[in-house]
């Protein structure tokens, strides 16, 4: 770093999703020894439309970067003038993020060192709890212009460059610098010592954000390397970017194995609700295909809370009625099944679909009604509720790479408990239990291989009267 030239720089952007998001303006400041050398200065037309709180904020406006070119038509001039210069900025990920993202749309591809100042700043004064740039800023007594404009970020950036090159000593500075090297991927607010605390073995781990806000539940067989992973792919995604600015603590359960470590996943998901789980949160109604025996075709019925047995009668178990109606969609077209009969299709008369050789024709009577609903209704099996394969509850072992084992009592495909001996769990036979359509997805997958997952099954007897 000592022969590579500093490029203070600063991005203002159209919101604050790297992979969507586009950058409004962009300022640097090229730093080499203590002389700046060079200033690089552009309002980029962004290609869309700038909400009009961001405006609010930076006093960039449509009409402003209206005439001004894109970042391709800029992107090589911009790349030469980088050069292999060291990026200097303030919660760097952002900034960088958006560099790469909007390279990489160009057809460039940019990598670079990076000094990320805010990580800098709680390294070097870790008694503060403000660590953004108008605090330290305020806290140095440093005069900046117009905030939240690209080229006034960046002067202020490189007066509180300056401003610790006065305060700390070169060693201490490089010190702090070579700490940030050694742990180049995590988030600035987060606490380096959690993640090197969390084991490399199965489990759930939790991100936490401001107030303690749940943000995101996980799991996997190595805690430490997902964790870490998520912070390497911030740039990418806009969820990981979102962790990245966001997450402030994280804590973690430990588990024998995989099964144990996707069962608490599912519970403490739709337990504690965190904003950023996209699958799982789900805990509410469902709706599912049933069929009288009278009828002759299913209906959708909604469905609350069930039983392992109750589910079993049920054909299917969705999210939604779309979801529901397009996996009917599905079968009627591999099997030849009318829509109008299946009630998904309304009209008289020959249906669309026989026609094009898609229905057998029960709608204009070259097959009977009866036989289309045995084709039907053996279609339909298919969705149903697998039949819960065992006479009474089931204990399933799994061993953790410690030699230790950890029960998980099954019954009707509802985990009932999990405890780390086989006596323990024997005692919460009885317990009730309520169906959880991804609880019993994760339980397919184990059971239908239990061997490929190291498990040990016992079967335990039946409770009185169930």
């Known amino acids: 770093m000592k022969d590579a030239p500093l490029l203070f720089i600063d991005l203002e952007t159209t919101g604050m999703r790297t992979t969507r998001d586009r950058i409004t303006e962009i300022a640097a400041l090229r730093l080499e020894g203590d002389r700046v050398t060079a200033r690089w200065h552009r309002l980029i037309q962004p290609e869309v439309r700038i909400p009009a709180p961001i405006s609010a904020l930076t006093g960039i406006d449509d009409a402003m970067v209206a005439e001004a070119p894109t970042f391709a038509e800029i992107a090589d001039d911009l790349l030469a003038w980088l050069g292999d210069g060291v990026l200097v900025a303030h919660n760097a990920r952002f900034d960088y993020g958006f560099l790469r993202n909007a390279f990489q749309r ?59 090159q006065r305060e700390h000593s070169t060693e201490r500075l490089l010190e702090a610098l070579q700490h940030q090297r050694r742990l180049p991927s995590l988030p600035a607010h987060l606490d380096p010592g959690e993640i090197q605390a969390m084991p490399a073995s199965p489990g759930v781990y939790l991100m936490y954000g401001e107030n303690d806000l749940p943000l995101y539940i996980g799991k996997s067989v190595n805690l430490r390397a997902r964790v870490m992973g998520h912070f390497q792919a911030d740039h990418r995604s806009d969820r990981e970017m979102r962790l990245a600015q966001q997450v402030r603590r994280l804590a973690w359960q430990e588990t024998a194995g995989d099964l144990g470590a996707q069962l608490l996943e599912a519970r403490l998901v739709k337990e504690r609700q965190p904003i950023l789980n996209r699958q799982l949160r789900r805990a509410g109604r469902l709706v599912a295909w049933h069929w009288p025996a009278d009828a002759n075709r299913p209906e959708l019925v909604s469905v609350g809370e069930l039983s392992g047995r109750e589910a079993e009668a049920l054909m299917g178990l969705f999210r939604n009625a779309r979801e529901a109606r397009e996996a009917l969609r599905q079968i009627a077209a591999d099997r030849q099944l009318c829509l109008r009969q299946l009630g998904l299709e309304s009209g008289r008369g020959a249906c669309f679909g026989s026609q094009l050789g898609r229905c057998r024709g029960v709608c204009r009577g070259d097959e009977a009604v009866d036989e289309h609903s045995a084709r039907a ?30 029960w998980h009592l099954v019954a009707h495909w509802c985990h009932l408990g999990s405890a780390g001996s086989l006596a323990a769990v024997a005692d919460m036979v009885g317990t009730a239990g309520r169906f959880d359509r991804d609880i019993y997805r994760i339980l397919r997958r184990f059971l239908d291989d239990p061997d490929a997952a190291g498990l040990t099954l016992v079967s335990l007897p039946r409770p009185a009267g169930g």
């Open 377 to 406: 209704r053996e279609a339909l099996s298919r969705l149903q509720i697998r039949h819960w394969p065992w006479e009474g509850p089931l204990a399933i072992g799994e061993r953790g790479s410690n030699g230790e084992q950890t």
């Open 106 to 164: 160009a057809g460039r591809d940019y990598g670079a060192e990076v000094i990320c100042t805010l990580r800098l700043s709680r390294r070097l004064a870790p008694e503060h709890r403000e660590h953004n740039l108008a605090a330290l800023l305020a806290r140095h007594g440093i005069e900046a212009g117009t905030r939240h404009r690209a080229m006034a970020d960046a002067e202020a950036l490189l007066a509180l460059w300056r401003h610790w």
